[in-house]
């Protein structure tokens, strides 16, 4: 092996997609790699609930024999990932996080699809909050993922191992999803980037549903160049999925070359800068500092009513989860953690005239805040978590009425996207007074993902916040 | 609005709809859930122009298409 074990797994994706290419290491030494990773992260973390380790070794030397014979799969060949296990392949048991999940899927994710094609490697399946129900992370099903950071503290969920395990440098990318924030939360408390795309842009086709109205598929990566790697290999129409936009997706990579001299980074006068902390706070405001330095404007943005946004994306989740977990609830309510069924059957509540009138409005609110918000600033800059990541004991509150107000805290900054079905992609921008990380958001009009790329490649270019990663204690 | 959705009423509709497992407190706290989210599509609904429930899901995605930034 040329480089250490330690060095490769502290590639970027496409150093490792280069490396592979260019025959300077196997694809079985990355995946030795990224295994022997985990295997000593696991214990203090536990973002893995299982590891395909033979199966991975197995992948990785059909790709390095296809190498041999100058067939590449493409831009991910070789490349070891990890999803949330809500991403079904045929034959095998997705978990959902959860002791009640149904049976082995008898089919298989576009998106793993896709993966599969570009040629990346599928490492394990990712711990998640059960059923994807909840931002903390907790999971009293399969245990809780911790943040590497520091394991008394959440990872956030509910793709909670995404964050975790692409920080701690164990894969090279990640699929998560996003209904309420669940990507980007895990994302800003780890360190790494997360992006919710436009509601459309990627297909939900096999992935587990929780709310079809609000679900976004999305990814984690450790620099923008990953994350428009990864996105290129998966995004565009799906025709069993018939939420995806018939677009063409742009080219990811190239959308990076741009520089953000003129653009207007939009900061909110309202709502998203309300209940901040100022540790939180003065990170965010320092990242505008780097934006003026590149050359963009930072220029204030008057904001639509936003108040009720996240009630109304709640509307639309809890409605539709309830309906989809109703037979499962009367059939193995047992099998839930107690807290996770309380916030399944939060439908039984809400009148289906006012779910109705929560989809009914969705294009009027959409519209309003696109056309008021972008007519002002080119994309959005605003704080992904208003607070810093709490401890796991903090917000153990288990079914108590409480709940409901650690989580709209929480997802105070990012629910509002879901509702509106707008981009919105998690940065790292440095830590709270705790030493965890946090980040910005950027949010754009809709399939301005290469946009919120763009800016967030000039931020990194900058700055060394990606850089930074998490240790173990020495033994 | 002052008024709260019944929790009493929540834990007969979840016993009809056969989730006999949902017992007072667990009704109370959906109950008051429920609440804040029903109070808050109350206030949005007042000022803004719903779409024909029909057609609320392909218009929100003609509504994103619309709106979209446009290709680089």
């Not at chain 1, 160049?225 to 290999?233: F, I, K, S």
């Not at chain 1, 500092?289 to 943005?301: C, D, E, H, I």
């Not at chain 1, 916030?343 to 009138?357: E, F, N, S």
Request: proline share 6%; charged share 15%.
């Amino acid at each position: 092996m040329s480089a250490g074990a330690d060095e490769i797994t502290g590639w970027s994706l496409a150093h490792a997609a280069r490396a592979v290419s260019a025959g300077n290491v196997s694809s079985r030494e990355i995946v030795s790699a990224c295994l022997a990773r985990i295997e000593r992260w696991q214990p203090r973390i536990h973002s893995f609930l299982d590891v395909f380790g033979e199966k991975a070794l197995e992948a990785a030397d059909r790709a390095d024999a296809a190498l041999a014979l100058g067939r590449s799969a493409g831009a991910l060949h070789g490349v070891p990932l990890a999803h949330k296990d809500m991403f079904y392949r045929a034959g095998r048991v997705s978990t959902m996080g959860s002791n009640a999940a149904p049976p082995a899927a008898t089919t298989t994710s576009t998106l793993l699809e896709r993966l599969d094609r570009a040629g990346a490697i599928e490492l394990g399946a990712l711990n998640m909050s059960e059923f994807a129900l909840g931002p903390t992370g907790h999971n009293a099903s399969k245990g809780h993922c911790r943040n590497p950071w520091n394991p008394a503290h959440v990872a956030c969920g509910s793709s909670s191992g995404g964050g975790s395990t692409v920080a701690a440098r164990l894969a090279f990318g990640s699929l998560g999803s996003d209904t309420g924030g669940s990507v980007r939360l895990p994302a800003s408390v780890t360190g790494v980037l997360g992006l919710k795309p436009t509601y459309g842009l990627l297909s939900g086709y096999g992935m587990m549903p929780l709310s079809h109205s609000a679900d976004t598929p999305g990814v984690f990566a450790r620099t923008t160049l990953d994350l428009a790697l990864l996105l290129n290999a998966i995004a565009g129409h799906d025709s069993r999925d018939s939420r995806t936009s018939p677009r063409t997706p742009p080219n990811y990579p190239a959308a990076l070359s741009a520089d953000v001299r003129g653009l207007r980074i939009g900061v909110p006068q309202s709502f998203f800068l309300e209940q901040v902390s100022e540790d939180v706070a003065r990170a965010v405001q320092a990242s505008l500092r780097v934006f003026t330095s590149l050359g963009a404007q930072v220029v204030p943005v008057s904001m639509p009513d936003c108040e009720h946004l996240t009630e109304l994306s709640r509307v639309l989740v809890y409605s539709e989860a309830t309906a989809i977990h109703a037979a499962n609830l009367r059939a193995r309510s047992a099998d839930y953690s107690p807290q996770v069924r309380v916030r399944a059957a939060t439908g039984l509540g809400i009148p289906a005239p006012v779910y109705a009138q929560a989809l009914a409005l969705r294009p009027s609110l959409v519209d309003r805040f696109v056309r008021s918000v972008f007519a002002q600033c080119d994309v959005l800059h605003l704080p992904t978590l208003g607070i810093p990541a709490p401890t796991i004991e903090e917000t153990d509150v288990g079914g108590a009425a409480v709940m409901w107000e650690k989580i709209a805290v929480m997802v105070r900054c990012t629910a509002p996207f879901n509702y509106l079905g707008l981009p919105a992609l998690a940065v790292p921008c440095g830590f709270t007074d705790n030493g965890l990380p946090t980040s910005f958001q950027l949010a754009g009009r809709p399939f301005a993902e290469a946009t919120l790329l763009r800016v967030a490649h000039a931020y990194e270019q900058a700055t060394d916040w990606h850089l930074r990663k998490p240790e173990l204690p020495k033994a | 609005m002052a008024e709260t959705i019944d929790a009493q009423a929540v834990l007969i509709l979840a016993h009809t709809q056969g989730q006999t497992w949902v017992d007072v407190e667990t009704a109370k706290r959906i109950a008051a859930a429920a609440t804040t989210a029903v109070q808050a599509v109350a206030a949005v609904a007042s000022g803004v122009a719903a779409a024909p429930l029909e057609d609320s899901a392909l218009e929100f995605a003609a509504t994103l298409e619309a709106l979209a930034e446009p290709q680089l």
